[in-house]
């Protein structure tokens, strides 16, 4: 199996950025976090954090053609905002997982639209940088796990 996880603007800041919301994880543990857990799941993965929302849209096209088995995608603030990350997760129908570190449900107003949940098949949030591990999980079952 081989995933793509994707972080969007500001996520390069963990550790930095409002910790009370996401941890004092720095973004360097997240990703050695996760390549820990998937190396023991024989699981290969690719990263990508980029604060710009066509880059984020051509890492997942690259996941389509480079034939990954499915997408972790953490937009940051382009969950509210991006039909295009919306878009490009749709035409490539690759199973993805939307990941969000804090509860975004608890937060402000405009952070309750999410455009790229209509294209996943699941959406993990407020489990702090452990939901990307249950990210993995859901796509090694391809999203048939119980909620």
């Not at 199996?1 to 800041?13: A, E, R």
């Amino acid at each position: 199996m081989k995933l793509m996880i994707l972080n969007g603007p500001n996520l390069n800041l963990l550790g930095i950025r409002e910790p009370d919301h996401y941890g004092n994880e720095t973004y360097a543990d997240l990703i050695n976090k996760i390549k820990n857990y998937c190396n023991e799941k024989q699981i290969e993965t690719d990263f990508y954090q980029s604060n710009h929302e066509g880059d984020l849209v051509d890492a997942i096209h690259r996941a389509y053609f480079e034939k990954f088995d499915g997408i972790i995608i953490n937009p940051g603030a382009y969950t509210h905002t991006s039909i295009a990350l919306l878009d490009a997760v749709k035409s490539t129908s690759l199973p993805t997982v939307e990941v969000h570190i804090s509860k975004v449900e608890e937060r402000e107003d405009f952070r309750q639209v999410s455009y790229i949940r209509a294209a996943c098949i699941k959406t993990i949030t407020g489990l702090g940088t452990d939901g990307y591990l249950r990210a993995v999980d859901v796509l090694m079952t391809n999203g048939k796990e119980a909620n």
